[in-house]
């Protein structure tokens, strides 16, 4: 049984089974830990300071993505469409989620009750969530660009756009139950953010919470290594054929797949454990202060998306800085192509599936005149 307990400017979510004297009226977090007191002030100023960063960097990046691509249509591919829509979760993560969780770790306890907690526990999830399936999806459709590089058409976006609408819908599939009574959202950690409520030990919330883990964290993760795995497969598979340049652009592809990796795993998977752990029983071993790492951890991928997604691609990356200097001509698309040969993030693998081709134009006959002139 969860009972609500109202105070002014606050509110609390308390597990019934807390020891006698744990209501107070004061916030608590899942575990009973005092909201108000399972932090410093100190602490506090920290995670502010930590979520500060990250509300602007968040908001910058992205919506600098968002501008770049509207600037420049040549960027318009059906795989940076998917870049796209990563672009777009994560800053909505930044408008409607972390401003929330700023302000309260500022005041050093949430700010805007009940209804407000819900609602930032459910946006944060949902949008979270479709930043997570794209990016599998973003690793599935460069594996199947490389694996089919002959057979892909670029203008042909129904697909990258069943892929976008399927990740919301899933997303929404997996973010709403806790809306209609299988599990629910409320605070978490300090007190100063709110989530799934996975220190309840009701069978529902338990099932729940093995749910979203499985399926929307492990299974994406396990898509994207399988991915790119194989996209490394048939990578050292071409370069059989040129023995010269393929050391260094498996390399080169490996680094890829390693920074990809683990950003996922260092964003997520820390989430991930302490959820797992919580639900089982281990809430008396997540203090507050272990708690809030993961959250401001998942908050960061915000930041981290665009970076290595967006930026490290050299398509987008000269399209970048003809913005910034303020160009009145955008690139070409085949400027932007040529400019980007090499990139393994446009369109795919970008060299792994080029040809090189070599013009050749005749030269003028000489006309070696004897008379002198």
């Not at 807390?18 to 007191?37: M, Q, V, W």
């Not at 996922?264 to 809030?292: D, E, I, K, N, Q």
């Amino acid at each position: 049984m969860v009972v609500n307990i109202r105070v002014p400017s606050n509110f609390s979510t308390v597990d019934s089974g807390l020891p006698p004297g744990a209501t107070d009226g004061s916030a608590r977090a899942p575990g009973g830990t005092d909201a108000s007191g399972g932090l410093s002030r100190g602490g506090h100023t920290a995670v502010a300071v930590c979520l500060g960063v990250i509300l602007v960097a968040g908001i910058v990046n992205n919506s600098l993505t968002l501008l770049v691509f509207a600037r420049f249509r040549c960027l318009w591919t059906p795989i940076n469409v998917i870049l796209l829509n990563i672009s777009l979760s994560d800053v909505l993560v930044c408008v409607f989620g972390t401003p929330l969780s700023f302000a309260a770790s500022l005041q050093g306890r949430w700010l805007i009750g009940e209804f407000g907690c819900r609602w930032y526990g459910f946006a944060n999830s949902f949008f979270g969530i479709v930043s997570l399936v794209s990016l599998s999806v973003l690793s599935y459709e460069r594996y199947t660009t490389v694996l089919r590089s002959s057979q892909v058409d670029m203008s042909d976006f129904r697909k990258a756009w069943l892929c976008i609408g399927g990740c919301w819908l899933y997303a929404f599939f997996w973010t709403v139950p806790p809306l209609l009574g299988w599990s629910s959202y409320g605070p978490e950690g300090p007190g100063t953010t709110c989530s799934v409520q996975w220190h309840l030990q009701s069978p529902g919330s338990i099932s729940y919470v093995l749910c979203l883990f499985i399926f929307c964290l492990l299974l994406p993760l396990l898509l994207m290594v399988y991915s790119y795995g194989r996209i490394l497969v048939t990578i050292r598979r071409m370069g059989k054929t040129n023995p010269l340049t393929a050391p260094r652009r498996e390399h080169r592809i490996l680094r890829m797949v390693l920074t990809l990796v683990s950003c996922y795993l260092l964003c997520w998977m820390p989430y991930g454990v302490v959820a797992l752990v919580t639900t089982f029983g281990g809430s008396r071993l997540v203090t507050p202060s272990t708690s809030v790492v993961p959250s401001v951890l998942a908050k960061f991928s915000t930041v981290i998306n665009p970076v290595i997604y967006v930026f490290f691609n050299n398509q987008f990356s000269q399209c970048l800085m003809t913005f910034v200097k303020c160009k009145a001509r955008p690139l070409s698309v085949r400027e932007v192509r040529r400019r980007s040969l090499g990139s393994i993030t446009d369109h795919g693998l970008g060299d792994s599936r080029r040809a090189l081709v070599v013009r050749y134009t005749p030269q003028r006959p000489v006309n070696l005149r004897t008379d002198g002139r």
